[in-house]
């Protein structure tokens, strides 16, 4: 791997850590699925990389269920708060999930 792709796969590590309490250890596959580029707004100064992560476990839990909630719920579900997404989710959904 280059230094690159080390760095954006240590940032991707991190953020999964720090929002989601996945680590490593429990990662059974993680997938480059897309590049997403915005040239609008304070969107126009981010890249965004999109990776599908496989787990080896549902047991996930944030490290700061006191300051934030999340769900987990099935794919087929994701319509359902379609009207919630911020702007790269939803380019996220409408290319790769729905």
């Given at each position: 791997?280059?230094?690159?792709?080390?760095?954006?796969?240590?940032?991707?590590?991190?953020?999964?850590?720090?929002?989601?309490?996945?680590?490593?250890?429990?990662?059974?596959?993680?997938?480059?699925?897309?590049?997403?580029?915005?040239?609008?707004?304070?969107?126009?100064?981010?890249?965004?990389?999109?990776?599908?992560v496989e787990l080896l476990t549902d047991n996930i839990k944030s490290h700061e269920e006191d300051k934030l909630t999340g769900i987990?719920?099935?794919?087929?579900?994701?319509?359902?708060?379609?009207?919630?997404?911020?702007?790269?989710?939803?380019?996220?959904?409408?290319?790769?999930?729905?």
């Open positions: 791997k280059t230094d690159l792709e080390e760095n954006i796969i240590s940032g991707l590590m991190r953020e999964l850590e720090e929002e989601a309490n996945i680590t490593s250890e429990i990662i059974k596959s993680c997938t480059l699925k897309g590049i997403i580029k915005l040239n609008t707004g304070v969107d126009a100064d981010h890249l965004g990389f999109v990776y599908e987990w719920i099935n794919k087929s579900e994701l319509k359902n708060y379609e009207d919630s997404f911020e702007n790269w989710a939803k380019l996220v959904y409408e290319k790769l999930l729905r």
